[in-house]
């Protein structure tokens, strides 16, 4: 029934959460080795928001989908922008906790 379509999304969107998750250490490792004219953490801040703002976009575009014949692609499109935008998320945590080292001198970090 309905609680089993709802307990269904939910290991979904967990499992989507997950996978970002799994990747924050490459995406820590690409931004080490990043060399970029804008710097090895700026790239990273600036697609992350980006991906961030079609992310959310696509949340808000697939929850006013009323039409009943798109029940399923308005599923797929707020689960993909779903994990988009937790993907943004954690692009940009992993590049502003890289800051930290970058800009304090390690004589003042703990």
Known sequence: GNSDLRS??????????G?????SPWIGVASDHCHNNLGKRRPFLVLGTYLGVFGLVGQWFSRNIENPHLHTFKWILYSMSFCLTSLSLNLIYVAMIALIPDLVPSHQTG
């Open 8 to 17: 269904t999304y939910l290991v979904l969107y967990a499992l989507l959460i």
């Open 19 to 23: 996978v970002s998750q799994i990747l």
